[in-house]
């Protein structure tokens, strides 16, 4: 990395001084797990060594005189020679003394498969405080990182416009015409755009120049020009909150406020407005923040996002509008996102929340309905609410109420345990019945697999088998196969016919 940081050229150092199998132990800044500009150093230690400990400690106490408090460090050591398969690791640890009892109590085994499952780009080490960390995220890894490209669905690109040190001369500290003002991330908070005053504003023609650099400016259209999604870069996990963002209307952004790409060179959209405002809830919701506060340590770059597991919902998601409604009135509260409210079925920014209960509601809703979205149980949604102990109680109880009401019926959750426990030998999940997604057409192939898995579950130990549900757990429904029916296209009519298909071919004896 271009970073040179003197902590990474001692590290490196100290290994090229070691003889094989000598040890070193090493006081070091804790960017030396979750730092990108540490990779290749992580790669030396997994490849080249095998650690034997990363303790991390948090300045809290003043260990460290003359260091901020907020400082995070490691205590390493490591022994030269052999490769790294597993290792014990603490971290945000307060106490000196903690070290005697290092890696007997408080430890956590951490494994390299675990490392490369959870940051396969950057091998970053999460922060694990109790074992419920490694169970969520042993759970959340299912999900698609931001940063992986899948063909057919959204993706995400981030975008800079302007660096607060090199490009200050084109800052203005009054508005006057042509000029628009610069975003910055103290501007903003979750779900809110105009949270601080602007302090510089920047003349349109001379940042259009300064944007385009060498391309030549045929008044494409650029992100400047539309509501875009972006977050707050300065921030801390020990903060309230760590992962800070929001939708803005048309204006450029400084280097504080990263923003998500919506236009490539040739000035076409790339995401559509209910996807910004889907992202906007995830980012803002104490599970996403959860999971990024295990990874960054002071300030949030497009790395850190890049790595988070996030659903990627779309309009025939059942859950999708459920969010959007709700997201698009806390973000949309005045008249400049009139145009974008109307994207998400609202009127205007006269359907948007500005009482502070309804917004409290509002949020809270958002919390319960994203927990369920990754699959958490009770406890884990719990535990996760007391990783933020600056939030308000009241704040935390609000969304835990909330995950109860979105929580499935009695009559449901028998279901919703078959769908946490994933596949098995005596579980299937069957997306179709009958009709063939691909093929769009009926298919008796697919109606043929039910009868046979229903049957190899009659000749071994018994099992369920669940329609309508693909294979990694998400419900589909089964709307399509209802289509299929002909006149009585409901659940009664797919129960009549299930129960007719599985008598012809299996037998009254067995059915």
């Known amino acids: 990395g271009t970073d040179i940081n003197l902590y990474k050229l001692f590290l490196e150092q100290c290994f090229n001084l070691l003889r094989e199998g000598g040890y070193c132990g090493i006081v070091i800044p804790s960017g030396i797990y979750t730092d990108l500009g540490t990779k290749q150093l992580r790669e030396m230690l997994f490849n080249q060594t095998r650690v034997t400990g990363l303790f991390g400690f948090e300045n809290r106490k003043g260990i460290f005189e003359g260091v901020h408090r907020s400082f995070k460090f490691v205590v390493l050591t490591y022994e030269k020679g052999g490769i790294t398969k597993e290792f014990p690791a603490a971290f945000m640890r307060l106490e000196a003394s903690e070290l005697d009892r290092f890696p007997k109590q408080g430890a956590f085994l951490i494994s390299n498969d675990l490392i490369h499952r959870l940051s396969p780009d950057s091998l970053s080490i999460l922060e694990f405080k109790e074992p419920f960390d490694m169970n969520i995220t042993e759970k959340v890894i299912k999900f698609n990182l931001l940063g992986e490209i899948i063909d057919g669905q959204w993706n995400l690109k981030f975008t800079r416009e302007f660096d607060m040190t090199l490009d ?18 103290k501007m903003i908070h979750q779900f809110i755009h105009n ?27 650029l992100d400047y020009q539309d509501y875009r999604l972006g977050f707050r870069k300065i921030a801390r996990n020990t ?18 406020f990263q923003a998500v790409r919506l236009y490539d060179e040739e000035g076409n959209r790339s995401l559509p407005y209910n996807v910004l405002f889907y992202i906007c809830a995830a980012w803002n919701s104490f599970v996403v923040d959860y999971l990024l506060r295990m990874r960054v340590s002071a300030n949030i770059n497009f790395f850190y996002i890049y790595q988070l597991p996030v659903p990627r919902l779309t309009e025939n998601d059942t859950v999708f509008w459920s969010i959007i409604k ?93 769908l946490q426990a994933g596949e098995s030998k005596t579980l299937e999940f069957k997306s179709t019945a009958r009709w063939d997604v691909k093929e769009k057409r009926i298919n008796k192939t697919l109606e043929h697999i039910i009868i046979k898995t229903v049957a190899a579950f009659l000749n071994t130990a018994g099992g369920s088998l669940l329609i309508g549900v693909d294979d990694e757990g998400k419900i589909l429904g089964l709307t399509n196969d209802y289509k299929t029916l002909g006149k009585k ?13 599985l008598l012809d071919n299996i037998g009254k004896n067995f059915s």
């Open 168 to 185: 200050s001369h084109l800052f203005k500290t009054n508005p006057g015409k042509n000029t628009m003002p610069l975003y910055e991330g």
């Open 195 to 221: 949270f601080d005053n602007p302090r510089y504003w920047v003349y349109e023609k001379e940042a259009r120049k300064a944007i385009l650099g060498r391309t030549v400016d045929k008044g494409q259209r």
């Open 239 to 256: 903060d309230e909150r760590t992962l800070i963002s929001t939708i803005i209307p048309p204006n450029f952004l400084s280097e504080n």
């Open 326 to 418: 709700r997201a698009a009135r806390l973000v949309c509260t005045t008249p400049e996102f009139d145009a974008l409210a109307k994207e998400a079925g609202l009127i205007g920014h006269q359907d948007g929340a500005t009482d502070p209960g309804e917004r409290a509601r509002l949020r809270a809703d958002l919390d319960g309905l994203i927990a369920h979205l990754y699959g958490l149980t009770e406890d884990e949604f719990a535990y996760i609410l007391t990783t933020f102990p600056l939030v308000e109680d009241a704040v935390k109880t609000a969304a835990m109420t909330a995950y109860h009401r979105f929580g499935p019926n009695i009559a449901n959750r028998e279901i919703a345990a078959l």
């Open 489 to 501: 296209q409901d659940k009664d009519g797919f129960e009549n016919w299930l129960v007719t298909v």
